[in-house]
Structures are given as C-alpha cells and as structure tokens.
C-alpha cells in the first residue's frame, strides 16, 4: 500500500494544484519512484489511498499494466490519516501482511527485504532511520539483542529487533514510513480518521512490533527546500 491521500500543506504553493505525490523529483512524480521500486521488488498487486486531488494520482496511475503492476485505489472523502486510511483500504489488502510506503518520502531502502518479514499477529515491522535535522529525537528505540526466526511463525516476528517506546530524554531513531503490517494490527478499529501512532505503541506494549535500522538513503520529502534539494541530488547523480 501506498499512502498518498494527505493534502501537504508543508508543500504549499506546490500542492495547490497538485498532489504531493505527483511533485516531480528526479525526472519524475514522487509516486512513480515508488510505484517502480516495488515493481521491481516483486510486488504485483498495489492499493494506493487518495484523498486530496485523488483524481489526478488516480489518472496519472491508471492500472498500473505501464508498470507491469495491477493498481487498485482506496479512496477517502477527506485524508483519514495513516491508520483511518489503512483500514478503510484493508478490503483491498487481504488478509495477508502487506508492506506499506508512505507516499512522501524518497528512498533506496531494497524492498525487496520486506517481501521476506512475516510481522507477529496484529504486530508490525518497522524500518527505521537515522534522526533527520528537523526530528532529531526520533520516534522509537531498538532493543540490543536480535530476535530470531521463530518456531513458531503465527507468534513471533522472523526477523529484527524488538521495538521499544522511547524515553523522553533519550534520542532514538526515526519511522522510515516503511514497514510490514499484518491486518491483525488493526482489529477492532472503527473506521474514520485514525492516526497510526497508538496501534504502534499497543503492538509495544504485546511485544509485537519489530524493526531494523537502515542506514542507506532516505529523505522526507516535506517542504519546497527539501523537494529542491533532493531533486538538484538526483540530478547531479543522473549526470554522474
């Protein structure tokens, strides 16, 4: 799943008249990188949330056959925020864990990788990131000790490490906006306008929820500077 529905409101003027994740970065929509990463990854089937200037994403996607993937759009009357727009999707995603890439960032993360993540049962998997300079304190922490591939694959998760809520003082890593999700996570919900946030933390506190440090590229797309700036990179690595 791709999460492209928010309105980027950091973005404006750019998001005036066009959606977030079809601002162009490296020669093309923001989506589109990673609509070709997963193709590439062996993805078939994607589901993409839509929400603000929806239609727009929605034609320049189509269904996915120019990618050699088969697109499918959850669509929102307004952005019900990460957790709201999942499970609105979840009739899309099927009953299987499904990996999920927030819309707004840029990455070279192989996934591939997450093909191989089976999360617990109603738990998740992460992947996390160095603290950016406008998150310095991060999101979460890592547990030191690795978890192992379980007997087990329906209780623990295959692979990383224990995800730990951080301490207010302590400077842990960021959420990537990449990650595998069983739909398990999400039972009970109601649908409307949900963030993601507190099902991470109760998949904590269950000792659900695993993750794995990247260290490679990743960039939050958040602001015209930042969308600049990566797109003059990725320009001068084109010419490289």
């Not at 950091?10 to 193709?39: F, N, Q, Y």
């Amino acid at each position: 799943m791709i999460l492209a529905a928010g309105k980027g409101e950091r973005m404006r003027p750019l998001t005036d008249k066009t959606p977030k994740p079809l601002l162009r970065v490296g020669g093309m929509p923001l989506i589109e990188h990673h609509i070709r990463a997963l193709a590439a990854a062996g993805f078939g089937e994607i589901v993409i949330n839509v929400a603000y200037l929806g239609d727009q994403i929605v034609a320049f996607c189509g269904d996915g056959a120019r990618w050699g993937v088969s697109i499918q759009f959850s669509r929102e009357d307004e952005p019900l925020e990460t957790a709201g727009g999942i499970i609105k999707a979840l009739p899309l995603l099927g009953e299987q864990p499904f990996a999920l890439v927030n819309g707004d960032v840029y990455t070279d993360y192989p996934l591939a990788q997450l093909r191989r993540v089976l999360p617990a049962t109603a738990g998740a998997h992460l992947v996390l990131v160095d603290n950016p300079e406008q998150h310095p304190m991060g999101d979460f922490c890592l547990a030191l000790e690795p978890i192992g591939r379980p007997s087990i694959a329906d209780e623990v998760p295959t692979s990383g490490h224990a995800v730990v809520e951080r301490a207010a003082d302590e400077i842990g890593l960021t959420y990537s906006g990449l990650g595998v999700y069983s739909p398990g996570l999400f039972d009970g919900c109601e649908p409307g306008k949900r963030p993601l946030r507190p099902l991470l933390s109760r998949a904590i506190s269950d000792g659900r929820l695993t993750g794995e440090h990247f260290l490679g590229t990743w960039v939050d797309v958040g602001t015209p500077q930042r969308l600049a700036e990566l797109d003059a990179r990725l320009g001068s690595r084109a010419e490289d």
